[in-house]
């Protein structure tokens, strides 16, 4: 388990791929409401538990 960063509430990998995703959105010139809306929507998802997944491992 991944564990959170106390500034962010996420751990450090999650929070670099946040930023990783928001910069992408930005350079491919997304519309900022939808990007705004697309971040607001997977962040309640997440709040909410929806975004929590067992692992599964590929390799077994």
Request: proline content about 3%.
């Amino acid at each position: 388990m991944l564990e959170n960063d106390d500034m962010t509430g996420f751990a450090p990998e999650v929070a670099k791929l946040i930023a990783a995703f928001a910069l992408a959105a930005q350079h491919i010139g997304m519309d900022e409401d939808v990007v705004h809306r697309f971040f607001q929507t997977a962040l309640e998802n997440y709040e909410q538990g929806y975004a929590s997944v067992p692992s599964v491992r590929h390799d077994a």
